[in-house]
Nanobody, 124 residues
């Protein structure tokens, strides 16, 4: 009923930039908070950035000032612009979108959905 489609990512040299996008394929449900997480080999999946339905953003300290999260509500999409990339940013990046029934939001009403993940590789 809900599918998230990620695109972007790839390989880049340190100091370069990449952009990620994620679109929710659904006509029945409401889109609430959106975010990006990443998982490096052998490590836990960690938050990168989130954006609320109202547009408030939150970033991990490691990406502040370099990454920008944004959303297009009409397109049910979330984006992550990544600048000044370093090898430490190498990971699989996952988008997540909180879905609810139309007119409902908040704890107990929302279900998180995850994208399939996209690889970002930064070489030194």
């Amino acid at each position: 009923q809900v599918q998230l489609v990620e695109s972007g990512g790839g390989a880049v040299q340190a100091g370069g930039s990449l952009g990620l996008s994620c679109t929710a394929i659904t006509s029945r449900f409401q889109i609430n908070g959106m975010g990006w997480y990443r998982q490096a080999p052998g490590k836990q999946r960690l938050l990168v950035a989130t954006i609320t339905a109202g547009g408030s953003t939150n970033y991990a300290d490691s990406v502040k000032g370099r990454f920008t999260i944004s959303r297009d509500n009409a397109k049910k999409s979330v984006f992550l612009q990544m600048n000044s990339l370093t090898p430490e940013d190498t990971a699989v990046y996952y988008c997540t979108i909180d879905i609810s029934a139309p007119g409902f939001s908040g704890p107990g009403y929302e279900t998180p959905y995850w994208g399939q993940g996209t690889q970002v590789t930064v070489s030194s």
